[in-house]
């Protein structure tokens, strides 16, 4: 049954498919068939961890390798409830699945910008492909948008009502503007064919397993402590961010997922910092003898982000726990193997 969302705009008319007729059979197992795209990435690296803690769940990975990795997955390669395939979500993908975490995309805005067609064709083609298997096994579909949908704020904090601020010409657009769509997608099936569908608005999360030198503030900041090389912090620097440990986000993750409500939903840490107050905690935590420096920025850097978590508190019983000075050495140890710098004596 399609969950009307707790704002009322978006009546589903229809209901989804039947699941398949094997879940009557009376040989049939009763387990979750879950679709992590993206799984090989960073977040999905980790949702996967959490989903294959439950004997229940068989999980299935699409992924492109373009910035996640097998050594992500390493551990569950070869178990037999799970499932790793190289596909590309830009084609379609023909599986049968009881739910689709659809998070393929690169995150880093280096990564996001090298290809900005392929981005876009990826948020915007692979979530038309993805809803297209939803709605063809009838699987609840969640989709990772982000706080870059708001573009440069103008409303402080951030509440999911804020319709945003957005170059839609710009060099962050093929993100930003793809995501926008792709919310828009998830809801045109809801609305359309009766998709169970489930939105996210991920705030910059951070942990383990982050690509060393993907470009990302924290784990630049904390490649560039341990090698001992200055912090870059692009100007001005008074800019914000609100930074949450992945293991909350992916517990938000399957709060939404196995909740009634469709979203958007906020997933982020209140917790809010100025680039140069990361680069001091950093210093601090991590490498006290390191310098701290300016550079330029790039163009259409947000000036601010916050989420607002009503929502998420009230519809999910959610709220993160990680503060970010006991998440930073959490993910000191896996930067440290990594770059193979040992900890000083
Ligand atoms: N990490 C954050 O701070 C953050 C914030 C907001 C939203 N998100 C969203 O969460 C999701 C995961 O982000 P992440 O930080 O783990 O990034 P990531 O780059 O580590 O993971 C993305 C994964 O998607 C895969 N991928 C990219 N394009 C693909 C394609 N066309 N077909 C198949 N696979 C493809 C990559 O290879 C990678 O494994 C993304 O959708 C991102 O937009 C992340
Ligand atoms: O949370 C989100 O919604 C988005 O957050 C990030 O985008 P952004 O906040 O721009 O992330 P970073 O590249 O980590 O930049 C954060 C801030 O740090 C600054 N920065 C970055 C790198 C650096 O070395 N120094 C530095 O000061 C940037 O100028 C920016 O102001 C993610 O990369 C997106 O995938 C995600 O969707």
Known sequence: MATDSSN?????????????????????????????????????????????????????????YFTGSKDNLKKWIGHPRFELIRHDVTEPLLIEVDQIYHLACPASPIFYKYNPVKTIKTNVIGTLNMLGLAKRVGARILLTSTSEVYGDPLVHPQPESYWGNVNPIGVRSCYDEGKRVAETLMFDYHRQHGLEIRVARIFNTYGPRMNIDDGRVVSNFIAQALRGEPLTVQSPGTQTRSFCYVSDLVDGLIRLMEGANSGP?????????????????????????????????????????KPDITKAKELLGWEPKVKLRDGLPLMEEDFRLRLGVGKKS
């Open 8 to 64: 009322g705009h978006h009546q589903a008319t229809k209901q989804p498919p039947l699941p398949s007729p094997l879940r009557f059979s009376k040989f049939f197992q009763s387990n979750m068939r879950i679709l992590v795209t993206g799984g090989a990435g960073f977040i999905g690296s980790h949702l996967v961890d959490r989903l294959m803690e439950n004997e229940k769940n068989e999980v299935i990975v699409a992924d492109n």
């Open 265 to 305: 939903i906020n997933l982020g840490n209140p917790g809010e910092f100025t680039m140069t107050e990361l680069a001091e905690t950093v210093k601090e935590l991590i490498n006290p003898t390191v310098e701290i420096k300016n550079v330029e920025n790039t163009p259409d850097d947000p000036r601010q982000r």
